[in-house]
């Protein structure tokens, strides 16, 4: 298997710098991340954008569609923002023919407590197993576009019927 990893910014990759919370989107630890865990397949990383997900345009997501669409690999992992995640995996639900998964994290991969490599890990073997379609994999669970929310109040993703 060979996984197509696009990288788009996102709390997963911010460093903060003070108490005021100024930040900055850093490089992509998904890539680094990988290769440290001895994964047993190929892949590849793409950064797509350095954005905040509530920044980010329907050009952004535009890019992100045909980045994906033009990749040789049918299997794709994205890194993405989780504010605007649900409205990007919307718009890439028009690929066919691939497994597309996007992750993110609601803390930092540089916060000592985060939820950043489990999501990840949790994608990888989504993206592995799951048929042709758009995913959504955070917090132990498999969401499909049309029907997730991010509830703000206990910060996870939930089904529409929760």
Do not use: W
């Not at 990288?7 to 630890?29: M, Q, R």
């Not at 980045?67 to 994205?78: E, G, P, Q, Y």
């Not at 990840?120 to 576009?145: D, E, H, K, W």
Request: aromatic share 8%; proline share 2%; charged share 20%.
């Amino acid at each position: 298997m060979e996984l197509a990893v696009f990288t788009t910014g996102g709390t997963i990759d911010k460093i903060y710098f003070d108490k005021k919370s100024d930040y900055e989107i850093g490089d992509a630890i998904v890539g680094p991340l990988l290769e440290s865990m001895g994964v047993g397949f190929e892949f590849v990383v793409e950064e797509l954008m350095k954005v905040d997900s509530l920044d980010m345009t329907d050009e952004d997501r535009g890019y992100i569609v045909e980045r994906v669409s033009a990749s040789s690999c049918n299997r794709v992992l994205i890194t993405h923002g989780t504010d605007g995640m649900i409205a990007t995996s919307r718009a890439l639900s028009a690929i066919q023919g691939k497994t597309i998964v996007l992750t993110g994290a609601l803390q930092p991969a540089a916060f000592a407590h985060n939820d950043a490599v489990f999501n990840i890990g949790g994608s990888v073997a989504a993206v592995q197993t799951l048929p042709n379609g758009c995913y959504i994999v955070m917090n132990g669970r498999v969401f499909t576009p049309e029907n997730v929310k991010k509830n703000l109040e206990k910060n996870r993703f939930e089904s529409l019927g929760n």
